[in-house]
């Protein structure tokens, strides 16, 4: 008669039940066939630890390569047996607590008045089973909860906890409710504007909140082609309809340019290798130019605008000094002194040395 041996089950099966158990699946390196341990010895390496728990522990060793989740398979079997009490009332009512005279004296019994764990249970599967069944009582019980949870604060925090941990410790429920609020929003007005306005009051309250959701756009933006091509779609369709927003952006954008050196670096290059490259681009230019050079001839001809243009240039004053001639000038008779220029030969350095200097420099 061949004698009993664990790891009964392939690596293939026993990943799978693991990830419908949602339990963690080791790989303990014994392949099927392999090195099989003698029934009560699972394995040749780790026994089973003798803590009244040894047969879920059995059971999580044979099907997860672990013993870490015998308290999910003890729960679950529980699970099982309240969801089918049909299938185990005979055996259960056969093992009810009898008199039994070998136990001490000091034993805890049930006291008169109270009801013992399995009526409990059974009352609580009979009211899940009337629950689902019943749309009245359904109906009742939902009101009920719902009144209790607005009028009682600490029922209220020990049921958000209790959901808050039942999120996220069950992918398959949490993948379930996101997928049900996805549907939810596309299809139900009021939920939408609902969600819409709780999102818009916690970015603008929570620092931390913001912080996650920018960190999140930039990466769905650099990893999704569809989600960038839509955005970038979006944005150029906003700019040209909202004029509150192309000002907003241009102001931004020239904010930007003036302030940051090499974002004013990237544009000049980006320009000129689209003036070398694309034709509309380069035509465009040369009419945009055209058309400027015109009009500011046209401006030179008109008193008003050139008196404006001669206040806009005098209205700081002659303050700036030409080094090489020592004369007051205003900003738009001199250009910036650079030295690092003039360090190219050791003439221009010489020059720059004599030429240079900084006697009228504010500081």
């Not at 090195?35 to 009560?40: F, I, N, S, V, W």
């Not at 369709?237 to 020239?254: E, W």
């Amino acid at each position: 008669m061949p004698a009993y041996q664990f790891y009964v089950l392939s690596k293939d099966v026993a990943h799978t039940l693991s990830n419908q158990l949602q339990v963690h699946y080791t790989d303990n390196g014994a392949p099927p066939g392999g090195l099989y341990g003698a029934l009560g010895a699972p394995c040749s390496t780790d026994d089973i630890v003798t803590d009244g728990n040894c047969f879920f522990r059995a059971i999580s060793q044979v099907v997860c390569g672990s013993q870490d989740s015998h308290h999910i398979f003890r729960h679950n079997i529980v699970q099982h047996m309240m969801c089918n009490e049909e299938l185990v009332a005979d055996d259960m009512s056969d093992t009810q607590p009898t008199e039994n005279p070998t136990c001490p004296s000091s034993a805890p019994r049930s006291q008169p008045g109270t009801t013992s764990k399995y009526i409990r249970n059974r009352k609580r599967l009979d009211s899940k089973r009337q629950y689902h069944a019943d749309t009245t009582y359904r109906h009742l019980k939902k009101t009920t909860r719902g009144k209790k949870y607005q009028g009682n604060p600490p029922y209220k925090a020990r049921v958000k906890a209790a959901w808050k941990r039942h999120y996220n410790n069950h992918d398959m429920y949490k993948t379930k409710l996101l997928n049900t609020k996805k549907q939810q929003y596309k299809t139900n007005t009021s939920f939408k504007k609902a969600r819409r306005e709780a999102s818009i009051a916690l970015y603008a309250r929570s620092y931390k909140h913001r912080r996650a959701m920018r960190e999140a756009r930039k990466h769905k933006y650099n990893t999704s082609d569809q989600h960038k091509s839509g955005k970038r779609e979006a944005s150029i369709t906003k700019y040209y309809r909202d004029r509150k927003h192309r000002c907003a952006v241009k102001n931004a954008s020239i904010t930007k340019y003036y302030r940051d050196r090499n974002h004013r670096r990237a544009v000049k290059n980006t320009s000129i290798t689209k003036y070398r490259t694309h034709n509309p681009h380069t035509v465009s230019g040369i009419a945009g130019g055209a058309r400027q050079a015109a009009g500011t001839k046209l401006n030179k001809q008109d008193f008003a605008c050139v008196l404006t243009k001669f206040n806009e240039d005098v209205q700081h004053g002659p303050n700036y000094v030409c080094n090489p001639c020592q004369r007051f000038c205003f900003r738009k008779q001199v250009v910036r002194c650079k030295r690092k220029n003039y360090q190219h030969s050791s003439a221009a350095n010489t020059a720059a040395a004599h030429c240079i200097t900084e006697r009228f420099l504010h500081k």
